[in-house]
């Protein structure tokens, strides 16, 4: 079994201030992992995922995250937000043993909010 | 062209009522997914249909029933709704292997009175 751990249900930033959104994972295999954005009254749309060789992703909107195996976290990191990011943003991860059943397994979600 | 679409956006029915709610994909993707969203925005996986075939059938009520009449539709019925099925409810659909992401639709925004 795997489980996705978003320790900030919310965080407040400033407008150009960076941010970081922390995700851990936990699973006995290894794991493809993805960061999914929710814009108010929408779906997600993939932000960016990591599924193998270099560690550091970019993404879209200028975000990235890095992948620390060690760690088994996956944070997201902008080095400077604007209004128009905030946002509920997910974590999630899928594991390579998942066969046919390919599933998503997400973090229970953090609001940025991004404050003038 | 919307890739996952859903109909309706919005669903407002009294308890004991039976709806549904249709999805449809238009990219050639072999794997659909109804996720359900509760108040504090947790996402959980309801069911998963690969090529028509079941393949994820998460712990649901029975009320809750799942219908693919081709790859491309997923739709879900819920009988005698309950205040608690109130939520929102996101399709979703995948192809290829486990690093592909998956696209999701716009969400029907369910509330049972």
């Known amino acids: 079994a795997q489980s996705v751990t978003q320790l900030d249900s919310q965080v407040p930033v400033f407008e150009e201030a960076p941010v970081e959104l922390r995700c851990n994972y936990s699973?006995?295999?290894?794991?493809?992992l993805f960061w999914y954005v929710q814009y108010p009254n929408q779906g997600l749309q993939l932000l960016l995922k990591?599924?193998?060789?270099?560690?550091l992703v970019k993404g879209i909107n200028g975000f990235e995250a890095e992948f620390n195996k060690s760690q088994t976290s996956f944070h997201l990191r902008k080095p400077s937000v604007h209004i128009s990011d905030t946002a509920e943003y997910f974590c999630a991860v899928t594991h390579l043993s998942s066969g046919s059943a390919r599933q998503l397994t997400f973090g229970s979600g953090t609001q940025l909010t991004v404050l003038p | 062209d919307t890739a996952v679409s859903q109909t309706p956006k919005y669903l407002v029915t009294q308890m004991g009522n039976d709806k549904s709610i249709k999805c449809e994909q238009n990219?050639?993707?072999?794997?659909m997914y109804w996720y359900k969203q509760d108040s504090k925005k947790f996402l959980k996986i309801m069911f998963s249909?690969?090529?028509?075939?079941?393949?994820i059938n998460e712990t649901v009520p029975n009320r809750f029933s799942p219908k693919s009449p081709d790859k491309a539709h997923l739709n879900l019925h819920i009988n005698s709704l309950e205040l608690g099925d109130s939520a929102v409810y996101f399709c979703?659909?995948?192809?290829?292997?486990?690093?592909?992401?998956?696209?999701f639709g716009q969400g029907t925004r369910l509330t049972v009175v």
């Open positions: 990591y599924l193998s060789g270099s560690t």
């Open positions: 699973s006995s295999v290894s794991v493809y």
């Open positions: 249909y690969n090529n028509k075939e079941l393949i």
């Open positions: 979703a659909s995948t192809t290829g292997g486990l690093g592909t992401e998956a696209f």
């Open positions: 990219l050639g993707h072999d794997t």
